[in-house]
């Protein structure tokens, strides 16, 4: 079992920076890959980015959407309790709920929300022009 709690959302303008955090809670230790996600009201939920978190120390790999390549990075603390969501750059159209999720799974180059299990409640983030 896994549970995942956001946190770090918040209003920023046009340009601004934002880091979101992940806090993973789990009951083993096998592979675990966990993303990133965004839902906007009226439309599906997209990924955002994710990353592998297990004791695979030859797998390290993460992805991302083209739409936040160069401006969002995914990353975890040395513990791997914590994922985290560096956004620079930050656009309007960044504005969105943000969703941790995880699998127990390596991570696939496409992040889509039905590979994942597990589920956060969410955080907002709104960018303003």
């Known amino acids: 079992q896994v549970s995942l709690v956001e946190s770090g959302g918040g209003s920023v303008q046009s340009g601004g920076s934002l880091r979101l955090s992940c806090t993973v809670s789990r009951d083993s230790d096998s592979d675990h890959c966990v993303g990133w996600f965004r839902q906007v009201p009226g439309k599906e939920r997209e990924g955002v980015a994710s990353m592998y978190t297990g004791g695979a120390t030859w797998y390290a790999s993460t992805y991302y959407d083209e739409s936040v390549k160069g401006r969002f990075t995914i990353s975890q603390d040395n513990s791997k309790t914590t994922v985290y969501l560096q956004m620079n750059n930050l656009k309007p159209d960044d504005t969105a709920t943000y969703y941790c999720?995880?699998?127990?799974?390596?991570?696939?180059?496409?992040?889509?929300?039905?590979?994942?299990?597990?589920w956060g409640q969410g955080t907002q983030v709104t960018v303003s022009s």
């Open positions: 999720a995880a699998t127990v799974s390596y991570c696939k180059w496409s992040i889509l929300p039905r590979d994942f299990e597990f």
